[in-house]
């Protein structure tokens, strides 16, 4: 009988160190708190205590941080791996000049100052027009040596060659198609030809302001991205901008999108440089489809590629 009494004891006493196991394990898990913080320039969602990384956001026009955080719901999984997200209230802007760069660059280490975010793990993306923005940025603080330096960067489906975007809005109003096409095409040729002198035969003033010049395969305003992570992700759906707009292949921001990526592997190292075409990934956050959305972005994936060494 005592045998028997302390084979039971014995099991009793193990199951007990088990559960304790467990509880400690359950005790251990940590929860992260985060802040957020709202003013003019930006929003910014960072964790109470010392953050990972610091994921800079640029929206399209006329994004403003309510429209990003709508459209790009990454917040949660930003917090399970510790990044802050900060939110630019910076749009209405398919390019930049230098005194753009040098506002921005002011107005991020301010930012990084006054909010203590860490500046060795900076990660800076943007959504149509915020992706020219990104990239014109980003080349500008490398080539400075600026405190603020992106260790990677990230455009969705942004129109890169500023020169193609002005045929293609002559070319829309040629084809008569769509009132939301003609409405920005009017607008564009405005634009252009108020800031470029009046005709795309003025190319030099594209080359100095488009991230892109597939013409001349231009890439200046680029160059001090080597070394960088560069991710460009689109959504080729030819059927889709066919139906809504009569647009060809060729129109699309993913096909010059495209041959940046070619260019910029040959010129920098081949495994740094991606272009990640999507299907039907793009949807609004109303549920409406659109191939030019944030969605396109698998929000996992990204941070993946964020903290990946």
Known sequence: MSKVLGILLSLLITLSCNNIKQEEEVEIIEIIEYKEIINDNYELNKPVRNANAVLV??????????????????QEIAKKNNIAVLYMNYNQKLWINKSDKAH???LLKLIFDDNKLPTDNIYIGGFSSGGNVTLLLSNYLKSISSSIQPKGVFIIDSPVD???LYRLAKRNIARNFSK???HEANWLIKLFENEFENSENGIKKYEEFSPYTAETKNIQNLLSLKGLKIRFYSE????WWEEKRKNKPTDLNAFWIEKLTIILKSKFSHSSVEYIPTKNRGYRSN???????W?????????EWMIKK
């Open 236 to 239: 080729p759906d030819t059927i």
């Open 104 to 106: 921005l660059e002011e």
């Open 57 to 74: 956001l640029f929206g399209g026009f006329p994004e403003q941080p309510k429209d990003i955080k709508r459209e790009f719901q990454i």
């Open 295 to 303: 969605s396109i972005v698998d929000k996992k994936d990204l941070v």
């Open 287 to 293: 549920g409406e489809r659109h191939p030019h959305s």
């Open 162 to 164: 500023l020169l193609e």
């Open 180 to 182: 939301l096409s003609i």
